[in-house]
């Protein structure tokens, strides 16, 4: 568990810096944000609407910069040690009972968390925790100590686990409550604007080297169109784009059809992929209906 006894963290083996990818276009901005997180050693803090690509981010650095990628998606119920480790004293009293061997060694019921892996890794990871606002407030504030000095004790067998290298570790959240200030001290923060038209042509180009320029106009003046319409209970994503493109592509819908709606102020083809609200499709124009818009 305890690699180097004593010792303190050591850096992962250098590497490429973050500079985008071919599939995931990132803006200035986001890649100074991602490089001064990794030469800092700070967990970066990464805020925006659903559906810009927070968590994809994560994948994209690994990828970039050749290490594991290892993910902790977090839900209501999550709690801070469920990421360290648990004790599954359930399974002992079971295997007790049975008369197994596998009782005396305390070890076989720890159950290592995605954090412990992460510590684990030969080569720096980097730990994607995964939308951390919908934890409880605690939450954040549990991790701290850990996630600053890469260590953490396990109780049952009175040893402590240090990072072999620093993890990347890259935490997303939408904002859906607000986080500690200390928590927040000690992580580099970025908010993932979203993108501008321009930004936004060469990501759908990225995904869909093959659409025609007319459909791309047409689409991308249709959907910032959509994200313009007030009152909207939920607007639509890159991510949503991307699938409605994709459906446009699949159903050969023309140029033409998707103006049409644009200049006639109904709601354009397959305007279910965008808009997930019976209100939202009333609000931009068509009856709320939730299939295929014609």
Same mark, same amino acid.
């Given at each position: 568990m305890d690699?180097?006894p004593?010792?303190?963290?050591r850096?992962g083996?250098?590497g490429p810096? +973050?500079e &985008?990818t071919?599939? %995931?276009i990132a ?7 991602v490089?001064a997180a990794?030469a800092l050693?700070r967990?970066l803090l990464v ?5 810009t690509g927070?968590?994809v981010?994560a994948?994209e ?6 290490r594991?990628?290892?993910?902790w998606?977090v839900?209501?119920?999550?709690k801070?040690?469920h990421g ?10 079971r295997?007790s009972?049975l008369g197994?061997?596998r009782v ?9 968390g ?9 080569a ?7 939308e951390?606002?919908k934890a409880d407030l605690? +939450?954040?504030?549990d991790l ?6 890469m260590?953490f004790?396990?109780? #049952?067998?009175r040893?402590t686990?240090?990072a072999?290298?620093?993890?990347v570790v ?10 500690p200030d200390?928590f927040?001290?000690?992580?580099f +923060?970025? %908010?993932?604007?979203f993108?501008?038209?321009e ?12 659409l025609?320029?007319d459909?791309l106009?047409?689409a991308l003046?249709? +959907?910032?169109?959509?994200? #313009? ?12 784009l991307l699938?409605?493109?994709?459906l446009?592509l699949?159903? &050969?819908?023309?140029p &033409? ?5 644009r200049g &006639?102020r109904s709601l354009?083809?397959l ?7 019976e209100?939202?499709l ?8 939730a299939g295929?818009?014609?």
């Open positions: 690699p180097t004593g010792q303190p963290w850096a083996p250098p810096g +973050f &985008g071919a599939t %995931y803006t200035p901005d986001l890649i100074v944000a490089n990794v050693g967990p805020k925006g609407e659903p559906g927070k968590t981010l994948r650095v690994a990828a970039a910069l050749g594991p990628l290892i993910e998606h839900k209501s119920t999550t801070a040690q360290l480790y648990e004790y599954d004293a359930v399974a002992r009293l295997d009972q197994s061997e005396h060694d305390i070890r076989n019921y720890i159950v290592r995605k954090v412990w892996e992460a510590f684990e890794a030969p720096g990871a980097v730990l994607l925790i995964d951390v606002d605690e +939450f954040p504030n701290l100590q850990e996630l600053d000095r260590e004790y396990v109780h #049952e067998t040893e686990v240090r072999r290298h620093r993890p890259l935490i997303t959240s939408n904002d859906e409550k607000e986080l200390a927040l001290r000690r992580c +923060f970025h %908010y993932l604007r993108p501008d038209p930004t936004m042509a060469r990501i759908v180009r990225a995904h869909h080297p093959d025609g320029r459909l106009a047409a003046d249709a +959907f910032y169109g959509l994200r #313009e319409v007030p009152g909207l209970k939920k607007r639509p994503s890159t991510s949503e699938d409605w493109i994709h446009l699949a159903e &050969g819908v023309a &033409g059809a998707v103006r049409a709606a &006639g354009p083809p305007a279910g992929a965008l808009l997930k609200h209100h939202d009333g609000a931009a124009g068509g009856a709320p209906v295929r818009v014609g």
